[in-house]
């Protein structure tokens, strides 16, 4: 069992629906979460970090952490085409030693926002 | 300020060959991680490095390395190609300020092609 899971998709919405994308892990030592999106043939790009149970929001983004379920999601509001991409969930550990440097990341969901 | 870059961005090489990848953090990170991305593994952490010193280490084998220079620069090799390491090697950098909260930026990758 992989440590952390992400349904792969793909997920298909039209435009301006609200999107949900759902990562479970099973290390309750992971205490960072990042979402990173990632364009066809780019690097991937952070969204957003959170540290703490709860939400964050940025702008059409907000990002839940449930430390006691080991779940986090990432909702995008008013989806557009150029959402369209592969996101990614992400964890890393409590500072030093095999947490240097290192992020756990779930498989990445493929989206599409279609006009 | 410019973000990571990595060099080449494309490289094509045959079985049993040897390859080294470069990568250029943002100015003012010390730390340098890089991940392999495949299609079936998803992203994957191969190893991180500080002041020129590896701190951590995924499950590669030998053949997989990497070094860093005092500049922050950081290459890695592969030796003794298989089929199997075709993939986007990705580079990130962070600026490691020791709390474990730093974010890590990516670079585009280098696709590497072995045939």
Redesign the interface.
């Known amino acids: 069992q992989k440590e952390v899971e992400q349904d792969p998709g793909p997920l298909s919405v039209p435009e301006g629906a609200i999107v949900s994308l759902n990562c479970t892990y099973s290390n309750s030592a992971f ?2 979460f ?1 979402w ?1 999106r990632q364009y066809s ?6 969204l957003m ?1 959170t ?1 703490s149970s709860g939400n964050k929001e940025d702008g059409r983004f907000t990002a839940q952490v449930d430390k006691s379920s080991k779940y986090i999601s990432l909702f995008i509001r008013d989806s557009q085409p150029s959402d369209s991409a592969t996101y ?1 969930c ?1 964890m ?5 030693g ?11 969901t493929i989206l599409t926002v279609h006009p | 300020k410019a973000g990571v870059t990595q060099t080449p961005r494309y490289l094509i090489k045959t079985r049993g060959q040897q390859v080294t990848l470069s990568c250029s953090p943002i100015s003012g990170h010390r730390s340098v991680s890089w991940y392999q991305q495949t299609p079936g593994q998803g992203l994957q952490f191969l190893f991180e490095y500080f002041s020129e010193t590896q701190r951590n280490k995924g499950n590669f084998p030998g053949r997989f390395s990497g070094r860093q220079f005092s500049n922050s620069r950081s290459e890695m090799n592969v030796s003794t190609l298989e089929l199997g390491d075709s993939a986007l090697y990705l580079c990130a950098s962070s600026l490691e300020r020791g709390a474990g909260t730093d974010t890590q930026y990516f670079g585009p990758g280098t696709r590497l092609t072995v045939l």
Do not use: C, I, V
């Open positions: 205490q960072y990042m990173y043939r780019k690097g991937p790009e952070l970090y540290y990614l992400a890393k550990l409590g500072a030093g095999t947490s240097y440097g290192k992020l756990t990341f779930g498989q990445g």
